[in-house]
């Protein structure tokens, strides 16, 4: 029982990023590639992020630095995500409980950071229901172990 609810736990964090990857993806589209909803304000930010230019002989512009910032969000993601499903799935026990507890330490903490210095809501929730999720994994798991001995 406590594998199982071990790798239902990982699953659940690697499913979290998975679909935030997809909503990252669609609002991805949405703000930054489709300009149905653009209204003049929007226009004028855009072009403004575009006049700063980071590295002209790039010509990286704040704009796409800021686009390339939420592309990338979207494909790590993916990226974690997939790992992490198929690490519950393949990886011995033994060696998933570890990975599970620095995963969620790690979550926790950047969940904390990131509600303090960049109160983003979508990241926070994201990074704390995948801590929830490895937490059931590890701590969850090792009381089921020793209730079953």
Same mark, same amino acid.
């Given at each position: 029982?406590?594998? %199982?609810? =071990?790798?239902?736990? #990982?699953? *659940?964090?690697? &499913?979290?990023?998975?679909?935030?990857?997809?909503?990252?993806?669609?609002?991805?589209?949405?703000?930054?590639?489709?300009?149905?909803?653009?209204?003049?304000?929007?226009?004028?930010?855009?072009?403004?992020?575009?006049?700063?230019?980071?590295?002209?002989? *790039?010509?990286? /512009?704040?704009?796409?630095?800021?686009?390339? *910032?939420?592309? /990338?969000?979207?494909?790590?993601? #993916? %990226?974690?995500?997939?790992?992490?499903?198929?690490?519950?799935?393949?990886?011995?026990?033994?060696? $998933?409980?570890? %990975?599970?507890? !620095? /995963?969620?330490? $790690?979550? *926790?903490?950047?969940?904390? =950071?990131?509600?303090?210095?960049?109160?983003? =809501?979508?990241?926070? #929730? #994201?990074? %704390?229901?995948? !801590?929830? &999720?490895? /937490?059931?994994?590890?701590?969850?798991?090792?009381?089921?172990?020793?209730?079953?001995?």
């Amino acid at each position: 029982m406590a594998e %199982l609810q =071990l790798r239902r736990g #990982i699953k *659940f964090a690697a &499913g979290v990023f998975l679909i935030s990857a997809g909503m990252q993806a669609m609002a991805h589209y949405q703000f930054y590639v489709a300009d149905t909803f653009m209204d003049e304000r929007r226009r004028a930010v855009i072009e403004a992020m575009r006049s700063y230019v980071l590295v002209p002989r *790039f010509g990286t /512009s704040l704009w796409t630095l800021h686009c390339m *910032f939420s592309a /990338s969000f979207a494909v790590l993601l #993916i %990226l974690a995500g997939t790992a992490y499903w198929w690490m519950a799935k393949d990886m011995p026990a033994p060696k $998933l409980r570890p %990975l599970a507890t !620095a /995963s969620a330490w $790690l979550c *926790f903490a950047a969940t904390l =950071l990131i509600a303090l210095a960049y109160p983003v =809501l979508h990241t926070v #929730i #994201i990074l %704390l229901l995948a !801590a929830l &999720g490895f /937490s059931y994994a590890s701590w969850g798991g090792r009381g089921m172990a020793r209730g079953t001995r």
